[in-house]
């Protein structure tokens, strides 16, 4: 069993970044595939972005490519999200997630590949 917990979300003006950091409980961190996905009002789940294992291989979302950047830290049980030149449409719930089918983080980008999920922080960019 993993629990997650998510912090760093906020307001912000369009073009400002923001660090989301989730923290996992258990002993097994470095075994799970992370990933971040978030949810806007009205809209279904969808995926922001995954990293393998040992943290040498990510995959992102078109929509945020070259503006958010997600990492690990296994020694601390924590990944996170950096995210740069924020959109209005980046408004959304960001959800923290762990999937057991590492090690490879590739095509895990769907909402059922996911076996742990936080309880999710709100972030909201203003125009």
């Known amino acids: 069993q993993v629990q997650l917990v998510e912090s760093g979300g906020g307001l912000v003006e369009a073009g400002g970044s923001l660090r989301l950091s989730c923290v996992a409980s258990g002993r097994t961190f470095s075994t799970y595939v992370m990933g971040w996905f978030r949810q806007a009002p009205g809209k279904e789940r969808e995926f922001v972005a995954n990293?393998?294992?040992?943290?040498?291989?990510?995959y992102y979302a078109d929509s945020v490519k070259g503006r958010f950047t997600i990492s690990r830290d296994n020694a601390k049980n924590t990944v996170y999200l950096q995210m740069n030149s924020l959109k209005p449409e980046d408004t959304a719930v960001y959800y923290c997630?762990?999937?057991?089918?590492?090690?490879?983080?590739?095509?895990?980008?769907?909402?059922?590949?996911?076996?742990?999920w936080g309880q999710g922080t709100q972030v909201t960019v203003s125009s």
């Open positions: 990293i393998g294992w040992s943290g040498g291989s990510t």
């Open positions: 997630a762990a999937s057991q089918r590492g090690p490879r983080n590739y095509g895990l980008d769907l909402n059922t590949q996911y076996d742990y």
